[in-house]
């Protein structure tokens, strides 16, 4: 991907348990690009920190936000994947997305889309490290995924929508992605 090619950012956002990470690190494989992931970093930081409350998780939280946002600055093109906190969403939780636009190259957005009751099963089935505190929060509720999901996608730069409900062609995708900068 680096051979002559512009530099380049795959932003990944769609709703909690929506495939985001899966399809992020596909992708970010396919490309041969490094992969930044929010959960990634915030993991390190409850291994590193430890485990406590909501108060200390949302803390820690923000710290991984700060450091998602340096990785990618500092990097030449990356996949960045997180769940991207917007107006239209409301909530206090996700990384916000206002510094996105200043990065060194050009921004693709992978926004995933997937039934809110798909992505609420997920999330209820999915095991995720203690830190997240997943034991302690109530029922995935359906509602708030269709809400979530009516947030749509983040509009930085050039879109492609993919269903992560079931398969798809990562390397279809990366085709795309490739087609699209190289025109």
Known sequence: MNCGNPQVFIIVSGIPASGKSTLGRKLAAALQLPCYDKDDILERLFDGEGIGDAAWRRQLSRQSDEELVRQAMASTGAVVISFWRTEKTGKESGTPVEWIRNL????????????????????????????????????????????????????????????????????????????????
Request: charge should be negative; hydrophobic fraction near 35%.
């Open 104 to 183: 060194p190259g050009r921004i693709y957005e992978i926004h995933c889309v997937c039934d809110p009751l798909v992505t609420a099963g997920r999330f209820k089935a999915r095991r995720r490290h203690a830190g997240h505190l997943d034991n302690g929060r109530p029922t995935a509720d359906p509602e708030e995924f269709r809400f979530l999901a009516s947030a749509g996608p983040l509009g930085l730069g050039e879109l492609r929508v993919v269903d992560t409900s079931g398969a798809y062609d990562i390397e279809s995708i990366a085709a795309g992605i490739r087609a699209s900068l190289d025109g």
